[in-house]
């Protein structure tokens, strides 16, 4: 075991599958001289060569548009998305070409493309630099969307996405980039996608979340010890989404709160509130609740704390449920 922060473990992901498989590369904007603005893809231009780990011009739309081509040439290319917010201009490729080429192609084309990019708040980043815009990569048929809260599940998922032979895009949290520190297997380690994990057991609500918001959830549980013992369900995967364990942990608690730092609007965490009222209805002791962001642009740095999900609102959630 490697003990790592949670970029250090994608950095060690894509070091180990490009030196497994000749056809991963890397192209994106100062992913390569710089070694990315996070340091993400540090050491791989000079590890594997300019051809492999390649500095794009500033387009998005012409990173993932490349990327399609080199698909099509028998590449394995990882696309970063240098912030969330930058990868719009990507969505015309992301809709209409990489989610349909299996579809487009009958199946005889598989599509190995991950689009990897760091979302969210909590750095106090400028504006266009803290989205959360994964319901946009979930809604688009044909690409899976992987969201990791530790380092072992970054270089796992990570590495599970660059050998799918469908598109992968995978968010990965910068609030926690460089606070996030655990245990991460060495060598080769894939984290299957669509498995949920279990972050911490409880008997009276399930806290549901994913990538920032875990920490958030596991600190609420801490602050409610004493008045409710809470489940934490890192969903670790939102296309496919483990359902099983998802009703597992609603069927065994009754309650269910589900954190998500995007607008609330079509948020994922109402595809979380579907699921669960189509198929554990008669396990719920209440509604299922969600705690999220607000139906604004993202705020600028001074107030982003008030938009964000919070230890207390999330707390207080879970005691409205516990109270009905």
């Known amino acids: 075991m490697a003990d790592l922060l949670l970029v250090e473990a994608v950095n060690d992901a894509l070091h180990v599958e490009m030196e497994r498989d000749a056809a991963v590369m890397?192209?994106?904007?100062?992913?390569?001289?710089?070694?990315?603005?996070?340091r993400a893809t540090a050491g791989l231009q000079d590890r594997f060569g300019a051809d492999r780990c390649v500095d794009t011009p500033l387009a998005e739309a012409g990173i993932l548009g490349a990327a399609v081509g080199l698909c099509?040439?028998?590449?394995?290319?990882?696309?970063?998305m240098q912030y969330d917010?930058?990868?719009?201009?990507?969505?015309?490729q992301l809709i209409n070409h990489v989610g349909r080429y299996r579809w487009?192609?009958?199946?005889?084309?598989?599509?190995?493309?991950?689009?990897?990019?760091?979302?969210?708040?909590?750095?106090?980043?400028?504006?266009?630099?803290?989205?959360?815009?994964?319901?946009?990569?979930?809604h688009t048929p044909g690409v899976k969307v992987a969201i990791p809260s530790t380092p072992a599940d970054a270089k796992g998922l990570l590495a599970a996405a660059i050998r799918d032979p469908d598109p992968v895009v995978v968010l990965e949290p910068k609030l926690i980039y460089r606070t996030a520190r655990g245990d991460v297997p060495e060598g080769e380690h894939v984290v299957p996608l669509?498995?949920?994990?279990?972050?911490?057991?409880?008997?009276d609500a399930t806290l549901v979340a994913y990538g920032a918001m875990v920490p958030v959830a596991e600190r609420a549980a801490d602050a409610l010890v004493g008045e409710a013992s809470c489940e934490v369900l890192d969903l670790r995967t939102l296309k496919p989404l483990d359902e099983s364990a998802l009703l597992a942990s609603a069927a065994k608690t009754g309650r269910v709160v589900v954190v998500q730092e995007a607008p609330r609007t079509c948020g994922y965490g109402a595809e979380v509130a579907a699921v669960l009222a189509e198929k554990a209805i008669f396990d719920l002791r209440g509604p299922v609740v969600r705690v999220t962001g607000y139906d604004v642009p993202y705020p600028y740095w001074q107030i982003e704390d008030a938009y964000m999900p919070s230890v207390e609102r999330v707390a207080d959630a879970v005691r409205r449920l516990l109270h009905l």
């Open 26 to 38: 890397v192209i994106g904007e100062d992913v390569g001289r710089l070694g990315g603005v996070f």
């Open 85 to 92: 917010a930058f990868s719009y201009p990507s969505l015309d």
């Open 194 to 203: 669509g498995e949920a994990r279990v972050a911490r057991v409880g008997s």
């Open 104 to 138: 487009r192609t009958r199946g005889k084309m598989s599509f190995p493309l991950v689009v990897r990019m760091p979302y969210g708040g909590g750095v106090r980043a400028p504006e266009l630099h803290d989205d959360s815009p994964e319901t946009y990569y979930v």
């Open 72 to 80: 099509m040439a028998g590449w394995r290319p990882v696309c970063e």
